[in-house]
């Protein structure tokens, strides 16, 4: 039975809290972690006469939130602020005060290492850390690497409440290869007239995708994307953070709604994923909030095949040796050797300028550091097997089971044997001759140590490897030889 977080951090809990304290909350989504502080966390503030900062990073998420405490008259209590905007207060102003609150609850605190795009995450992070005369809650369904940094490298202790994550709404996970599915599963979803959203990592790729089938679709990015934002409709996407739902076929964004955002709608069948980071993955799949036990989705996931996992083991090293060099030299030594990428992957930055000595102080931004530490890990335990990454995914959405094994699809694998089979039904009882034999072997496409393969014999072995109940016999009528495609019975 599904456990809210309000069930596991009571009101008991709560009054055990002191100052100084730092509480995580990991639990999935929907599981009731922002229910909890706008209901349980308010009650108890409200009758100490304390005050709470709700820290958040997606404007979308703010605009949410802040219409549903206004709604519910809680903007007596709750602050509602992004990340950002203390980032830009400390770097600007040098302060952000805090001292009106006596609550700092930051909402997917995976963001101080999940936010590639913004260098500053440590300024925010650093600020909350050093309020210890303030009690602070960090919640996320994807905290885990942020709570080994906290516990691990930063030696904090922390007070962790831990609610297990449910994956049984996924009815069927599917991986596919190529970005040609993408067209394929949206035409399904017109046909049938289904709801799908589209994660897609690449706004210009999500654009492109728009265009194709705007009259079907919802098209949303990052307001601070200058080249795409301005196709967004704003209206539009104001209405579905309200109504929680959208009404057109297909929502295509960009990771920009990976997290707060809910989307409540029994006819969103289908979760479709071009997204590389395995965290920001299961957000965006909490998008989708489960209404009951009938309620369910099926899972597309772009695969990463072992050879791209080993280029992305071998970038992060390249990033992380900027670090591990840093360690070992002066900063004009490392600067020496990375004169124009010293801060191209944010994980080195310059601080603290020395005017009279005309030299800057360079720091290694250990928040990033680790996360590349952890990716690295991660990536080299799905490389020790084939199909390493699709294996390690659906292990975690519970799709292995030691006795039956793996239960995800393939999807480009199977779309191609059912046309296969639509084919091959197609030509049952045909004389194929040499042209229509040479179809036959490109339509099978066999290939055995990167040779296709053209006998008869070998395409069969191919049929049956596949289960696809056809044979190909070889007949002679006179001096002409030919082949005849019949099906086995069941």
């Given at each position: ?9 009571t009101?008991?809990e709560?009054k ?35 005050k ?5 990073h ?10 549903e ?7 007596d209590?709750?602050d ?7 980032e830009?207060?400390?770097r ?24 590639y795009?913004n ?9 909350i850390?050093?309020q210890t005369?303030?009690?602070r809650?960090?919640m ?9 940094y906290?516990?691990?490298?930063k030696?904090?202790d922390?007070?962790?409440?831990k609610?297990s994550?449910?994956y049984?709404?996924?009815?069927k996970?599917?991986?596919f290869n190529?970005?040609e ?6 035409q399904?979803?017109?046909?049938e007239?289904?709801k799908?959203?589209f994660?897609?990592d690449?706004?210009e ?15 949303n ?30 929502l ?5 709604l990976?997290t707060?955002?809910n ?19 299961i ?9 009951d ?6 899972l597309y996931?772009k ?9 992305m ?27 124009r990428?010293y801060?191209?992957?944010c ?14 102080n ?9 996360k ?5 890990a ?10 390493g ?42 004389k ?25 014999k ?11 109940p056809?044979?190909?016999?070889p007949?002679?009528?006179?001096n002409?030889r ?7 019975a069941?």
């Amino acid at each position: 039975m599904k456990k809210w977080v309000s069930e596991v951090v009571t009101q008991d809990e709560i009054k055990k809290w002191s100052n100084g304290d730092i509480i995580t909350i990991s639990a999935g989504t929907g599981a009731g972690k922002s229910r909890f502080i706008k209901v349980s966390l308010y009650a108890h503030a409200k009758r100490q006469g304390k005050k709470i900062l709700f820290l958040i990073h997606r404007t979308n998420c703010v605009n949410q939130f802040q219409m549903e405490i206004e709604k519910d008259y809680k903007t007596d209590i709750i602050d509602i602020k992004t990340y950002q905007h203390i980032e830009a207060k400390i770097r600007y102003d040098k302060n952000f005060d805090f001292s009106e609150y006596q609550y700092i609850v930051c909402d997917e605190f995976h963001y101080f290492m999940q936010d590639y795009f913004n260098k500053y995450t440590d300024i925010s992070l650093n600020a909350i850390l050093n309020q210890t005369d303030k009690i602070r809650i960090f919640m996320s369904a994807t905290g885990d690497v942020m709570e080994k940094y906290l516990s691990g490298f930063k030696k904090i202790d922390v007070t962790p409440y831990k609610i297990s994550i449910d994956y049984n709404f996924i009815r069927k996970l599917i991986f596919f290869n190529k970005d040609e599915t993408f067209e394929q599963v949206i035409q399904q979803a017109i046909d049938e007239n289904k709801k799908a959203i589209f994660f897609i990592d690449s706004a210009e790729k999500a654009y492109n995708l728009y265009k194709k089938y705007k009259e079907h679709c919802l098209f949303n990015c990052s307001k601070h994307n200058d080249k795409y934002y301005k196709y967004v409709d704003e209206e539009k996407i104001n209405q579905m953070l309200l109504k929680e739902r959208f009404e057109e076929n297909i929502l295509i964004t960009t990771t920009c709604l990976d997290t707060g955002v809910n989307i409540i709608d029994k006819d969103l069948y289908c979760i479709f994923c071009d997204v590389k980071d395995i965290r920001t993955l299961i957000q965006c799949i909490g998008r989708k909030r489960i209404q009951d036990k009938d309620d369910k989705i099926e899972l597309y996931i772009k695969s990463v095949n072992n050879k791209q996992l080993g280029g992305m083991i071998t970038e992060l090293n390249k990033r992380m040796d900027m670090a591990r060099y840093l360690k070992d030299h002066s900063a004009h030594e490392y600067i020496e050797k990375y004169p124009r990428d010293y801060d191209k992957y944010c994980i080195v930055y310059a601080d603290k300028a020395d005017k009279e000595k005309d030299t800057v102080n360079l720091n290694i931004n250990y928040l990033i550091y680790i996360k590349y530490v952890m990716d690295c890990a991660t990536y080299q335990q799905m490389v020790k097997e084939e199909f390493g990454y699709c294996k390690f995914m659906a292990r975690m959405f519970g799709f292995y089971d030691p006795y039956q094994g793996y239960d995800y699809v393939l999807f480009d694998e199977e779309y191609k044997n059912n046309n296969l089979m639509e084919y091959l039904d197609s030509i049952i009882g045909h004389k194929l001759l040499k042209e229509n034999q040479k179809e036959l072997i490109e339509k099978i496409d066999l290939k055995v140590n990167g040779r296709q393969q053209r006998s008869y014999k070998k395409l069969n072995e191919g049929l049956e490897m596949i289960k696809l109940p056809f044979v190909i016999l070889p007949k002679k009528s006179g001096n002409v030889r030919y082949w005849i495609v019949e099906k086995i019975a069941n």
